[in-house]
Every structure is written in structure tokens, then in C-alpha cells.
């Protein structure tokens, strides 16, 4: 009864504005689920570096219980032993669960809108042990929060996101501190506007950011854990009705990490698969 | 028992009667939709009222044409629902409708038949005698301004009105 109040509570808390279904891989965006629908998300995302190399795959969950507040779960199985710095816009081992909140929701003109949404949720450490500085550290459960806005039409999109996550103590050990930034332009071309019945294709450029903390083992900060890197590269995405897939890779524009504690961080890359169930279901009947 | 039966019969006969297309056509403008999955999401809540035949959804005029089936018994509520639920914004509608004219010749009301959805016609042209429609049953095409969320437009901008068959 326990382990399921505490699901209950981990779905009823809020995740990171984790990239799915209706925007870019990498970075954060503002779409939320409409009331009653269920999306599902299954990707692979990788990290590669001088030390290693690190696979993440997963599934995701999404539930609109208002059109503009999503509960999300996400269960990632990791793989590989790269020694890469602590990250939180790639999805690492950690599960996670919360909700989003899409608070701002300005509707302009056709196909047009401005939102902004902000996400609260647990996050979680996994099964598996984590590799490289962080291996061996004990874990603790930390809190993600983010926070995104754009705007979206039938022709460009353009979103700003930034997200903090704190993770807490465990044995005098802790994980570091994440700050993280992401900006996110989209296009579609002209050709390509075409009805629902075809398939939706759209490019974005996405940039993304971290800076991590040192750090915390044994009560005291481990020296050069601190980085700081940012990352830009292509990513597509492509919709059919309710079946969307999404690929993309970036690599560095900018790095300060000790390569002798993280190696050379040389490549980021994501493929996605989203499956949305819409509700056909409406509230009032009838007599209106 | 027989006179039960005769009975039965004759209440389903005046209720088949009674039931005719009441919204035949609904043209119904939508702001906010940019993808394809918006599309489909309309797509489908739209299928899910009882009574809808058809959908069809233009991305690029927000235009979401929905034919009815003759038996429905579909509110303009429950359209303006479907687009509220999937975050989007439902602005004019034009609608071809079927109800019963009451009110006065100066302030015509239309009745949807079948549902509690209530009109007051407004700019109604010169030529039409709506007086000789009071009471009758009538076919209105016209435009239903926005409303705000959660409600449904109390007036509708008569485009032409005749009487039902």
C-alpha cells in the first residue's frame, strides 16, 4: 500500500519538461497534453566522449488532466560506463515524475499561439549504479523543476526553457547541483504546410546548456567535478496524426570540464518515438 | 395490448417526426492549431459527439467542417467543448441549423429542436417574412459571433432562413 501511495504521489508530482511528441529532442518546450489524452514516449539518447560512452533508453508517460495540466512519469535504463558529467537535459539513469502547467496560454491567430509552462517533479535515482566520478557516490532523490516559453505556428517556432535541479544528501555524498538553458528555433517549410492526413515535418536548431555543481563525496566538494558546456545541433521531426518521430545530434560550441575527471564530451545524440492517444470523450452531452 | 402497441408505434412515428437534423453543418473557426497531432486531436473529440458524421480540418485556415447526421441531437456547446479540451480557441461559426421561430417578428428566437440551445436572430434581411414563419419550423444559416470560454454565442447573424420541409 505504501509503494503505491508513493507511485501515486510520484505521478502526482511534476517532471521536467523532458523533449517529447510536439517539440524539440533536446530542448525545452511549451506543449502540453489535452485534457484526457495519453501520450507515450520510447527513445534512445546517447552520449559519447574520450572516456567512454553512455546510452539511455526509456519510456515516458503523459496524461492531460486539464488542457493545460499534463502529469508525466519517465523510466530510463542506462547503459555504458562513460565517465561524463552530471546532466539533466539528456535523459541519464534517474526516474522521474511530475506534472506540467502550461500558465500562460495566448492564442493570437490561426495556427498561432504564445505559452509558457513550467514543470515541477521528483526525480529519482535508478537501479543501476552510475559510472565514472559518480560511481560508488550514495544517492539520494532531488527536485527538477523547469520553466519554458515560445511561441508556435504553422510556418516557425521559438522556445526558451531553463531548468534547476537540486539533489539531496545521502551519507555526506551528494550529487551535483544542475542548471540548465536551452533555445530552440523551428521551421517548416512552405511545401511542407500541408494537411493533417500528411505527414507533419519540421527542422529545429537547438542550443542547450549546463552547468553542474561540484561534486559532494564524503562531506567534502571533490575538486575540477564543477562543468559547464553548451551544445547546438540539428534535429527533425516528423508527425503523422498521432505517431510522431524525432531524431537529432549536437555537438560542443563550448566546454570547461577537467578532461582528466570527464574526458572530452564529443558528441549528444536522440532518437524519440511518441504514440499520443487523443480522448474522443466529451463532458457535457446533449442538451447544451 | 394491441392499443399499447399502436401506441409505442405511434409515440416512436411522432418522435422520428420530431428528431429531423437540428445542426446540420457546422463551419467552425479555430485558432492556436499548428501541428498535425492538433489536427487529429480535434479530429477525433469532434467524432466523439454523438450525431457527427463528418470532420474535416484545414491547418492552414483553422476551418473545421463538421456535417452532422439527421438524427442528432449535438449542442453547440459540446463543439466549442471539443476545442476548449484540446487548448485551442474556437472563434465565429457558421452553422446551417434547424428549430422552431418564436419570439416576434421584431425579435425572432430560434429553438434548436432537440436541445436546449436558444438563438435570438439578428440582421436578418429585409425581404424575409419572418412574421409567416412564427411558429413553424425553419432552416437558418448564419454566423454565431465567439464567445467566451464556457459559453455559447445568445445571438445568431442570419445569413438566409427558410421554412423546414
Known amino acids: 500500500m505504501k509503494i503505491l501511495l508513493v507511485m501515486l504521489c510520484a505521478w502526482a508530482l511534476a517532471a521536467p519538461a523532458m523533449a517529447s511528441d510536439h517539440g524539440p529532442v533536446f530542448g525545452y518546450a511549451t506543449p502540453v497534453n489535452s485534457q484526457g489524452e495519453v501520450s507515450c514516449d520510447a527513445g534512445i539518447f546517447g552520449r559519447g566522449g574520450t572516456l567512454g560512452t553512455q546510452v539511455s533508453t526509456g519510456t515516458g508517460c503523459g496524461y492531460g488532466v486539464t488542457p493545460h495540466i499534463t502529469l508525466t512519469a519517465f523510466l530510463p535504463v542506462s547503459f555504458g560506463s562513460g565517465a561524463l558529467p552530471e546532466n539533466r537535459v539528456m535523459p541519464g539513469g534517474e526516474w522521474t515524475a511530475g506534472a506540467s502547467w502550461r500558465f500562460l496560454h495566448s492564442v493570437t491567430s490561426v495556427g498561432k499561439r504564445i505559452e509558457s509552462t513550467a514543470s515541477l517533479g521528483v526525480v529519482v535515482p535508478g537501479p543501476q549504479t552510475d559510472s565514472g566520478i559518480l560511481a560508488g557516490q550514495h544517492r539520494a532523490a532531488g527536485v527538477a523543476g523547469t520553466l519554458a516559453s515560445g511561441y508556435a505556428s504553422r510556418s516557425q517556432y521559438v522556445w526558451f526553457g531553463g531548468g534547476y535541479t537540486r539533489f539531496a544528501e545521502a551519507a555526506r555524498d551528494r550529487r551535483p547541483d544542475t542548471i540548465s538553458w536551452s533555445a530552440v528555433y523551428g521551421y517548416r517549410p512552405p511545401k511542407l504546410r500541408r494537411g493533417y492526413d500528411q505527414w507533419d515535418y519540421r527542422g529545429f536548431a537547438e542550443l542547450t546548456g549546463e552547468h553542474t555543481g561540484g561534486v559532494r563525496s564524503n562531506g567534502t566538494i571533490v575538486p575540477n567535478t564543477s562543468t559547464t558546456s553548451v551544445w547546438l545541433g540539428p534535429s527533425v521531426l516528423a508527425i503523422f496524426k498521432n505517431i510522431a518521430i524525432e531524431g537529432g545530434a549536437q555537438a560542443p560550441v563550448y566546454r570547461d570540464a577537467s578532461e582528466a575527471v570527464y574526458g572530452r564530451e564529443k558528441v549528444r545524440f536522440a532518437i524519440n518515438f511518441s504514440y499520443l492517444r487523443f480522448s474522443g470523450h466529451n463532458s457535457s452531452h446533449g442538451k447544451g | ?165
Do not use: W
Not at chain 2, 49 to 54: A, D, E, F, R, S
Open chain 2, 1 to 165: 395490448m394491441i392499443m399499447k402497441r399502436l401506441l409505442a408505434v405511434a409515440a416512436f412515428a411522432l418522435f422520428g417526426v420530431v428528431a429531423q437534423a437540428q445542426y446540420a453543418q457546422v463551419n467552425l473557426t479555430v485558432f492556436g492549431m499548428d501541428c498535425a497531432p492538433c489536427a487529429h486531436a480535434i479530429h477525433v473529440s469532434m467524432k466523439g459527439i454523438q450525431g457527427v458524421n463528418t470532420v474535416d480540418v484545414d491547418l492552414n485556415t483553422g476551418l473545421v467542417t463538421i456535417k452532422l447526421t439527421p438524427d442528432n441531437k449535438a449542442s453547440m456547446r459540446q463543439f466549442n467543448d471539443a476545442v476548449e479540451k484540446n487548448g485551442f480557441t474556437h472563434k465565429d461559426a457558421d452553422i446551417i441549423v434547424r428549430g422552431k421561430l418564436t419570439g416576434t417578428a421584431a425579435a425572432p428566437v430560434l429553438e434548436v429542436t432537440g436541445t436546449t440551445d436558444r438563438f435570438a436572430l439578428v440582421s436578418v434581411a429585409a425581404g424575409s417574412d419572418v412574421a409567416s414563419l412564427l411558429g413553424k419550423t425553419v432552416t437558418v444559416a448564419g454566423v454565431l459571433p465567439q464567445a467566451p470560454k464556457g459559453k455559447v454565442a445568445d445571438t445568431l447573424k442570419v445569413k438566409s432562413i427558410t421554412e423546414a420541409r
